[in-house]
């Protein structure tokens, strides 16, 4: 051996036999595994207007639903209040400040159907994210409140916007909006055009720059973008349009323009119920879009998928590189649907919180629907039992 390479180990093994001392030095015995930690934990609520059964009194609701939450919401970094108004007509037709009188379509429906004939306006959509911000402040707790956008049809009696002003946002044969669209002029007011829709303007540049004057005008913290909000498809592995470079770089450009407007606002994506080679292949997503996210939430809702297919998105997620923030998904009630997770899906259900709880120490939070189909909340008992086992 030459001389160079004799230093040259005898360097390294200097160095390995410092770094062991070291080790032994802060272990008690060679043997101990030292405890990991959970990362900081963001607790994401999902609630419709449905919980709030008075909308000029919204004080007592949110009161009491801070106290039925806190045994998860004490222990968190954050909470994060999903206030999920509607479906996207409240947002892409917002007209400004000068409209908040205006009633908007709010999610009252169960099973498609109108249950609720109380009317929602954008002053009492203000003041109800402001009764979020100080009940959290009342009970000590940093909060965060997000309104929500939907790609597809769900929530609302009607989604006018997509479907009767703006087909041509949705021209695709899912009916899902369609970030890549060009709009055809009108002349209604809109918060970000107040001389009327533009002829020829993105679909997906419309949607964030009405969704930026939205959040900013009405006090949120940031929005989720709904059921895989910027790809065509939906939920199935099979079930898009296939890998293009073309949509791919829509998508891309759409979430870069996107962040642009936002300014400084949340970004929450609900993701495709996939993982992330499906999400590329099927959908088109691109492989850096994750890192425009602030959060981002692995889908698995009992009703749509499997434990085994949610685990595999939920690991998948956990390896992007320079990743959002990624929450585990439970599942107990839903707020637009009388089935309930907890007694329709129990098995899949509960395997969700196990999952959550075997992998506490990679997420970085929860999220869940919070009101079921009449505005009631998740059984008191669940949400203590699944607390004391995840935080133990």
């Not at 400084?264 to 609900?270: A, E, R, T, Y």
Request: glycine content about 8%; charged content about 20%; hydrophobic content about 40%.
């Amino acid at each position: 051996m030459r001389e160079y390479d004799r230093s040259t180990a005898l360097r390294r093994l200097v160095a390995a036999g410092i770094a062991a001392m070291g080790s032994l030095a802060a272990c008690k015995s060679p043997t101990e595994v030292l405890p990991r930690t959970m990362h900081p934990q963001s607790v994401v609520l999902m609630v419709t207007p449905k919980m709030i059964p008075d909308f000029d009194n919204p004080q007592p609701a949110v009161a009491q639903f801070f106290a039925h939450y806190r045994p998860l919401t004490s222990r968190a970094v954050e909470v994060i209040v999903i206030f999920a108004v509607g479906n996207s007509d409240h947002i892409l037709h917002y007209p400004g400040p000068e409209g908040w009188t205006t009633n908007v379509e709010w999610a009252r429906t169960t099973d498609f159907k109108i249950v609720s004939e109380r009317f929602l306006s954008y002053n009492q959509i203000h003041d109800i994210a402001a009764a979020f911000r100080s009940g959290a402040a009342d009970a000590g707790i940093k909060v965060k409140v997000y309104d929500q956008i939907d790609s597809g049809g769900e929530f609302t009696p009607a989604n006018n916007f997509k479907y009767v002003a703006h087909p041509e946002c949705t021209n695709n044969k899912w009916f899902m909006y369609d970030i890549r669209g060009r709009m055809h002029a009108d002349g209604r007011d809109y918060a970000s055009a107040p001389n009327g829709a533009p002829e020829g303007k993105l679909c997906g540049e419309f949607l964030a720059d009405q969704t930026s004057a939205y959040m900013h005008d009405l006090g949120f913290d940031g929005i989720l973008f709904g059921n895989q909000l910027g790809t065509r498809g939906r939920w199935d592995p099979e079930d898009g349009p296939g890998y293009s470079d073309d949509e791919a770089a829509a998508i891309q450009a759409f979430f870069a323009y996107t962040r642009q407007k936002f300014l400084g606002k949340d970004l929450m994506w609900f993701d495709s119920y996939n993982n992330t080679k499906v999400e590329h292949d099927t959908f088109s997503f691109p492989g850096n879009g994750y890192r425009y996210f602030d959060y981002l939430i692995a889908s698995g809702f009992c009703v749509i998928t499997n434990s085994a297919r949610y685990r595999d998105n939920l690991e998948s997620k956990l390896q992007i590189r320079n990743r959002p923030r990624v929450l585990a998904t439970l599942d107990y009630v839903d707020p637009w649907y009388t089935y309930n997770s907890m007694t329709a899906y129990p098995d899949e259900s509960a395997e969700l919180e196990q999952i959550a709880i075997d992998h506490r120490y990679d997420i970085d939070g929860l999220m869940f629907f919070a009101n079921d189909e009449v505005g009631g909340l998740v059984p008191a008992n669940l949400v203590n039992a699944f607390a004391a086992r995840f935080f133990e």
